[in-house]
């Protein structure tokens, strides 16, 4: 019954979320672009592409694979195209709720490992679920740690039973937490999986020696994980020289970080508003990175109870939460600590240590499921005045920290609004604690069933409170205006149309619209990525840029200018050419770019040597605009083309789309090669007559890896819902 209580609650809270006019903003909207984009070529065509197109004259989608799909998204396209869903947004919308269902899932599970009393593992799962804010930064405030109850889960019991399995699954959920999430988080993922590993060993060494039993060794589950990984890594060095890095402070070659970036990156958050923030949701998101990357509040009341756990709770694990908590805080805050971190292997590619307050919470969070459980079964009666002092002395924080904070209150009392911010100081600071404090008095000393009459009372309390917090959030959401609600269609699937050549504003309405609605100043930060739901090729987008095609960053240090001069809005995407002059090296092509000037657009540059390619050259006058051109067939990773070639010799044509080794074409059935163009671009030979040339994507060895990623992902949500099943049909 607690189960399903938890999981309601969470699904209730996210229930004014699935309203149509509300849109995600900043790098939720860019997790929701990319989506869009994997889902919409799915729902076509059974397939996921493996180009993008739009981002920048084409680029691979892997690293959009990697950093921004979940299991949960991979599942909900599933069940998007099973059952012909064509509102995207809401789809994306259901994954996310997914997301935080498998959250509250671990949370309960987790609970119900460590505390004696079952109402305990519920209070959790409601501060948990009601301190989730995901609309605006979905990684660093949700996805951060949306697994890691799981992981904590399967480690505890490992360590408890001595069972190796259990080592094994929480590898395996580690590795679907990476899924989805930056490239770089797997660093932190490695030395907080270290930490709670170390932690629990000290407590638990018997547990230690199972590794040196053979056994341990031929679990299927350690092989599948030893699998999965070597496949991970193998594909993400893979991919990674397909990719050109301009990221803020990174080596561009290693991707580490200075020690200086490493602390500072983004900023710290302030002890004193990072209090202010975990007692009052004041400011409700901290001063840090984007100003919407981290919260912390789960409720008042909790607080009290953390502050409980500490003064009176004791046990191991207690004790593991309590320190990981602490090496968490100094961390974030970048303090001597962070220094000795940042030599841990791995540590020198992550940045944004100022933004791990979301992590830390769960740890709070916890902790105070610990004063709840102590709560519960304590019958001593100077713990339960400590517990009174306590709230008093927190009764009394709002005056002590806001010295106008009760003429504020009186002067918004004519307009008073439970589910106000006033509301919510008045409710958590003074009714709430008079009331929660009288009765716990009452419970513990005069009634004779009074304690769990207190403890429900307390619960109730909290319910509100993260309500009352759930509501200021969602009051702050970016939504569509109502005279602009038209534009939210969208959203809906499209054919993915081939567009001629590139330019600066779209002329189809249906475009127009997801422009209008994706550039407002409300979605803040803006990515190249938004060009896969609008579905238009842009010839130079003035977006937030971070990592380019390898071609088209060399051909920009080249000069800034030859992307749009060359395959930008100045010609066809698609042209012909005779005039052909064969390079061996970027160094060459730079001379020779150089050196053509204004005969450049109408000369074609291969990597090729100068004998090594047909000649096409016939003096004659030639002109690209008169060969019939027709593209029959387009997809992200596939184009068709029919052309009448008139030229005795032939001609070659340039795709001014992203040159990659993996691009394949056939020419009337019959392979032929793709030649690199202007080091940035594609280009094929073409004979003379009727020719219908196919142009796709075949990236061999990575591209199996790819949709092995899907297929893990999928079972994985399907794992976890057995676990789910299980859990509900078992007695509480």
Same mark, same amino acid.
């Given at each position: 019954? !607690? ?32 989506? !869009? ?13 493996? %180009?993008?197109? /739009? ?49 509250? &899932?671990?949370? @309960? ?10 109402? &305990? ?12 804010? %995901?609309?605006?930064?979905? !990684? ?201 971190? /940042? ?26 499921? /610990? ?23 927190? +009764? ?14 009186? #002067? ?78 969208? @959203? ?43 579905? !238009? ?16 960053? %060399? ?40 050196? +053509? ?100 994507? #075949? ?22 819902? @057995?676990?789910?099943?299980?859990? +509900?049909?078992?007695?509480?």
């Amino acid at each position: 019954m !607690y189960f399903l209580a938890a999981i309601l609650f969470c699904i209730f809270l996210n229930i004014p979320y699935l309203n149509a006019v509300i849109v995600p903003r900043a790098d939720t909207l860019r997790v929701f672009d990319i989506f !869009y984009f994997f889902y919409n070529d799915f729902f076509y065509h059974n397939t996921f592409p493996q %180009w993008n197109p /739009y981002y920048l004259h084409g680029i691979t989608s892997y690293l959009f694979q990697i950093e921004t799909l979940t299991p949960a998204n991979y599942f909900l396209m599933m069940v998007g195209k099973l059952f012909h869903i064509q509102n995207v947004l809401l789809l994306y919308k259901l994954s996310v709720l997914l997301e935080q269902i498998m959250f509250v &899932t671990g949370i @309960f599970f987790l609970s119900r490992l460590l505390f004696s009393n079952r109402i &305990t593992s519920l209070f959790v799962s409601v501060c948990a679920s009601g301190s989730i804010i %995901w609309y605006s930064q979905i !990684y660093f405030n949700f996805r951060l740690y949306y697994l890691t109850p799981f992981i904590l889960f399967f480690l505890i019991l490992f360590y408890i039973k001595k069972q190796p399995r259990y080592f094994w699954l929480a590898c395996l959920w580690q590795l679907a937490q990476v899924i989805g999430n930056p490239p770089y988080f797997p660093c932190l993922y490695f030395f907080t999986f270290l930490l709670m590993n170390v932690l629990l060993a000290f407590n638990y060494k018997d547990a230690v020696r199972t590794f040196l039993d053979s056994k341990h060794w031929k679990s299927p589950l350690w092989i599948l994980f030893l699998v999965l990984t070597i496949l991970y890594a193998w594909f993400m060095f893979s991919i990674k020289k397909d990719y050109g890095m301009d990221i803020w402070q990174r080596d561009p070659v290693s991707g580490a970080v200075t020690l200086d970036s490493f602390q500072r990156h983004a900023g710290n958050p302030n002890l004193d508003e990072l209090l202010h923030s975990l007692f009052f949701a004041n400011p409700m998101t901290l001063k840090v990175g984007n100003w919407d990357d981290n919260s912390v509040y789960f409720g008042l009341l909790p607080i009290l109870l953390l502050c409980y756990a500490i003064r009176y709770a004791r046990s191991k694990l207690f004790n593991v939460m309590l320190i990981i908590a602490a090496v968490l805080l100094t961390f974030t805050l970048g303090g001597v600590l962070s220094t000795f971190i /940042y030599h841990v292997p791995l540590m020198a590619y992550f940045r944004h240590v100022g933004l791990l307050c979301s992590l830390l919470k769960i740890f709070l969070i916890l902790i105070a499921g /610990y004063g709840f459980d102590t709560f519960c079964s304590s019958t001593n009666k100077k713990q339960l005045m400590g517990l009174m002092v306590m709230a008093v002395i927190i +009764l009394f924080l709002p005056d002590l920290f806001y010295p106008d904070h009760q003429k504020a209150l009186q #002067d918004n009392l004519s307009k008073f609004n439970l589910f106000s911010s006033e509301g919510l100081h008045f409710i958590s600071t003074h009714g709430y604690f008079i009331a929660a404090a009288l009765l716990v008095i009452m419970g513990a000393c005069f009634l004779k069933r009074g304690r769990m009459i207190a403890v429900y009372v307390i619960l109730s309390l909290t319910v509100l409170d993260v309500m009352i917090f759930q509501n200021n959030v969602f009051q702050k959401l970016f939504r569509i205006p109502k005279d602009r609600e038209f534009l939210v269609e969208s @959203f809906n699937t499209r054919q993915t149309p081939y567009q001629t050549q590139r330019g600066l504003l779209p002329d189809d309405p249906k475009q127009k619209q997801a422009y209008e609605l994706l550039f407002s100043p409300l979605a803040r930060i803006v990515y190249p990525d938004v060009f896969a739901v609008i579905q !238009y090729d842009h010839c130079s987008p003035n977006t937030s840029l971070e990592v380019f095609n390898q071609g088209y960053y %060399w051909l920009k240090g080249v000069n800034k200018n030859l992307p749009a001069l060359l395959g930008g809005c100045l010609y066809p995407k698609i042209r012909y050419y005779q005039d052909v002059i064969g390079y061996g090296s970027n160094d060459q092509a730079e001379e020779l770019i150089k050196g +053509l000037n204004s005969r450049l657009t109408n000369t074609l540059l291969i990597a090729s040597a100068k004998d090594a390619f047909p000649s096409v050259q016939t003096g004659n006058a030639f002109s690209s605009d008169a060969i019939q051109t027709k593209v029959t067939a387009y997809q992200p990773d596939t184009i068709t083309i029919q052309t009448v070639v008139t030229q005795p010799k032939g001609v070659f044509l340039s795709y001014f789309d992203g040159y990659h080794p993996a691009w394949k074409a056939k020419v009337n059935g019959v392979k032929t090669k793709i030649y690199e163009a202007y080091g940035a671009y594609k280009a094929i030979f073409i004979p003379q007559g009727k020719n219908v040339i196919q142009i796709y994507f #075949d990236n061999g060895v990575v591209s199996v890896i790819f949709f092995a990623i899907i297929f893990f992902s999928v079972l994985f949500v399907v794992h976890w819902m @057995f676990e789910v099943i299980s859990a +509900l049909k078992r007695p509480e």
